[in-house]
């Protein structure tokens, strides 16, 4: 009876030292980098352990979460949005995130992953509401950068910090497509014919600048011509007036010279009859005041008037 008694209670005692083993091996715990776990004593938050080797105490702390420190992606499911001008389309994105406070992110939310979702595709509906369909194209890096700031703000208390979220797709409908592609049609081919006529007016702009360019090239030249053909022409006669001047000289001191009367005499006689030879030709008519025939008295007469 003894025996029977004992044998049970050994294996009670192998059983509760098993036990005992199996709790001391759990409570020694190796968190790996970028890792939190949390843990609670008595069902009550204790501490929380980070990256290294940790002992717990058996039978009285339990690790209840574990976090991820990493930055995380999520995809934000497709869902239909209303623009401003009612228009209805799909649009998706992702949204990338991480834990910066693991302890809020264990009691202040029951799921931070799922409530940041939901939040944000909240409040990407509500920002394309505000928008026009061509401003939903246009303006989604402010958009991005509206629905972060509204996220960023209420999953401060979770313990969660969005780092950036992005849209990735936007779905039209295929009839507010087309028009789409129409308009953009109009447009590009309204900018062509634009661009055309400024470059046709640039064009007529720069042949009208050219041309009166060779104008005022073309006057000054002909300007130039006019001023050297007069200054030539000033000093043509400067030069005559001189040899004038200056054979007028000559023949005033050859006059006062004793055979100067004979010389003038003489040249008067040359330039008479060289005068005469240019009247006799044909289709010459002149009316003269003296008798040629008779050259003694021609030359007589001009002798008088020098002596006068």
């Known amino acids: 009876m003894g025996e029977f008694i004992l044998i049970p209670i050994f294996v009670v005692l192998g059983i509760i030292a098993f036990i005992f083993i199996i709790q001391i091996f759990r409570s020694i715990r190796i968190v790996p980098a970028q890792t939190v776990l949390i843990v609670e004593r008595l069902g009550k938050y204790s501490k929380t352990l ?3 080797f940790h002992i ?17 992606a999520i995809d934000v499911p497709r869902q239909t949005a209303i623009t401003k001008d009612n228009v209805k389309i799909e649009i998706d994105g992702v ?3 991480k834990v910066v406070d693991p302890v809020k992110a264990s009691y202040g939310i029951t799921n931070y992953a799922y409530a940041t979702v939901q939040l944000a595709q909240t409040t990407m509906r509500s ?10 194209f246009e303006e989604r890096d402010n958009l991005n950068a509206q629905i972060l700031k509204e996220i960023s703000d209420a999953t401060e208390p979770w313990g969660v910090q969005i780092i950036r979220y992005e849209i990735q797709n936007i ?19 309204k900018r062509a014919r634009i661009e055309k006529s400024l470059g046709e007016m640039e064009s007529s702009i720069n042949y009208s600048q050219g041309y009166m360019q060779k104008l005022i090239q073309d006057s000054e030249g002909e300007k130039q011509s006019f001023i050297n053909k007069a200054d030539g022409k000033a000093a043509e006669i400067r030069a005559l007036g001189k040899a004038t001047a ?16 004979d010389a003038v005499m003489l040249q008067i006689s040359q330039e008479y009859l060289n005068t005469l030879e240019s ?8 009316i003269l005041p003296l008798d040629i025939s008779d050259v003694d008295k021609v030359l007589s007469n001009l002798n008088k008037y020098i002596k006068g």
């Open 50 to 52: 980070e990256a290294g």
């Open 171 to 189: 779905n039209v409908p295929p009839t507010i497509l087309n028009a789409m592609e129409y308009q953009m049609k109009a447009e590009r081919e």
């Open 95 to 97: 949204l990338y995130f």
């Open 279 to 286: 009247i006799g030709k044909d289709d010459t008519s002149i």
């Open 246 to 261: 200056e054979s007028i000289r000559s023949l005033a001191k050859a006059v006062s010279s004793s055979a100067g009367e």
């Open 56 to 72: 717990l105490v058996p039978f009285i702390d339990v690790v209840r979460y574990q976090h991820s420190l990493k930055e995380q």
């Open 127 to 136: 920002a394309i509401g505000l928008l026009n369909l061509d401003k939903t």
